[in-house]
């Protein structure tokens, strides 16, 4: 797919930039889809990589394209708008700041789970369950397991702005899960204490308890935060 001769008069970020551009519109790439990467596309466009990466700013200014962090570029779908993002997580101040967010969000996001889930969203919720149980069972912990877990039940709420909110929040979280799944594996019991709180909050979600579900994630997440800041401190 090289550029072709006699386009002097459109520089070559011009260049891939509308191919690119036209290839989103037709639905050569499905929303959500990754890109190739930066080396790949300068490949296939027989281009260097800073020709490419003008093209990908250009494309994400348009609102066709959006970044994540280590990740690389994927599609958005047409019509959406910038995802919700944050700045990048720099000290404990600002992990403190992020649980104080999640006490907000995500015991309100569990209560109505509890109330609106469906049979496809609560099997989620329950497979991120199980790959916990498992990891547990092996006194290890999956940082992975554990968003993914959370991150269900924000979209067995049913409210996107839930879910929009915890993937934006996804790096951060990950940097407090490391630090207390590293600070629970000490404890005598410590990972079986946490699997036992993430059991209870899926447990009353399936039973459509809301009241409940909310203070289970709220005792969970403040349990979390005291655990994780006294090894801070």
Sequence with gaps: MG?????TRKSLADLVFERMH??????????????????????????????IRE??????????????????????????????GFGQLEN???LLNCYEFRLTLEPAAAAAAAARHDAVSLAAIRQ??????????????????????HLAIARAAQNSYFSTAMEALK???AVGMKFHGASVKRETAGLSRVFAEHEAIADAIAAGD??????????HLTGSRERLFQTTR
Excluded: C
């Design 3 to 7: 550029l072709e001769n006699g386009t």
């Design 22 to 51: 036209r290839a989103i519109k037709s639905g050569a790439y499905q929303p959500d889809e990754r890109l190739p990467t930066e080396h790949d596309l300068a490949a296939e466009f027989e281009v260097s990589r800073p020709i």
């Design 128 to 149: 991120a369950l199980e790959l916990m149980r498992d990891a547990t069972n092996r006194q290890s912990h999956r940082e992975d397991a554990d968003f993914q877990f």
């Design 92 to 94: 404990v101040a600002d």
């Design 55 to 84: 093209a990908l700013r250009r494309l994400r200014e348009q609102g066709l394209i959006y970044s994540r962090r280590g990740a690389g570029s994927f599609v958005r779908a047409l019509g959406m708008k910038e995802p919700l």
């Design 210 to 219: 809301g009241a409940g579900a909310r203070q289970l994630m709220l005792d």
């Design 171 to 173: 790096d951060h979280i």
